[in-house]
């Protein structure tokens, strides 16, 4: 594995509310992200994974710390830099898929901001299994379908990077594992992915392994036996 550091993320901290009832959703986390790696950062609810992802793809504010992308510290960007940060610096995968669901499958991956080409997005859901669902819309296909259409969203820009929070977390477990699988072919074609989740299971095909508890690192660890997505149970 190159060791190239493409996100450094240092000392930030997240709070919710004030006093007594002060919540620390991040407090005092450092993560560095590595070129080509598969990070799965892991932990249970209320850890503060989403959080961090989020800070990461440049959709929520910290409240102290910084995170350097390629020498740029995306905490100090004004509004238009985030906005083209995450339009081009980043793909994003949710739990819940977020599609549009009065655009088609075709329009869900063109449309979205940052977005290559039309040809691309062709060739993207074939790559993800749907040739033949372009003009289907979201309702039509099922959970594990979507979130494939999804991720094809995801690969339609120039981005290096892939955050996922909890990617298999509304989905039937034959379905996670599509969804595990493909993620890690995209991994093996060069891509970095981060992938948040509370199912610890999936850390068995991380190439590396941060535990999160309480809003803070409790846990990092380079994975010695990598497994299959396909071997992957839980
Ligand atoms: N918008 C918010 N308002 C108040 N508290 C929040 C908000 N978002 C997250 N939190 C709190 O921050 C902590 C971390 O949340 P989150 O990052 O969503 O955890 P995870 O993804 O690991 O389940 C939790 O205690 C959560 O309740
Ligand atoms: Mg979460």
Request: charged share 25%; with cysteine.
């Amino acid at each position: 594995m190159e060791k190239n550091v493409i996100i450094e993320a240092k000392d930030l901290v997240k709070t919710y509310g004030e006093g007594e009832t002060i919540t620390y959703a991040l407090n005092h986390v450092s993560i560095n992200v590595y070129e080509h790696e598969f990070l799965v950062i892991v932990g249970g609810s209320g850890s503060g994974k989403s959080t961090f992802l989020n800070m990461l793809g440049g959709i929520d504010n910290v409240d102290s710390g910084e995170i350097f992308v390629n020498g740029d510290d995306i905490v100090k960007f004004n509004d238009k830099e985030l906005t083209l940060y995450r339009r081009d610096s980043v793909g994003f995968v949710y739990q819940f898929f977020n599609l549009i669901n009065d655009l088609t499958i075709y329009q869900n991956v063109i449309l979205a901001p940052g977005s290559r080409n039309k040809a691309k997005a062709y060739s993207l859901l074939e790559r993800v299994g749907l040739k033949g669902k372009e003009q289907k819309f979201p309702r039509q296909l099922s959970g594990g379908q979507q979130q494939r259409v999804a991720i094809a969203r995801a690969l339609n820009k120039y981005s290096e990077i892939l955050l996922c929070d909890e990617p298999t977390g509304a989905l039937d477990d034959a379905s996670g594992k599509e969804v595990l699988k493909l993620l890690e072919e995209i991994h093996n074609e060069g891509k970095t992915i981060v992938l948040v989740t509370h199912t610890k299971e999936i850390a068995g095909m991380a190439d590396r392994v941060i535990t999160m508890k309480d809003g803070k690192v409790v846990k990092e660890e380079i994975n010695e036996h990598v497994i299959k997505a396909e071997e992957v149970e839980w």
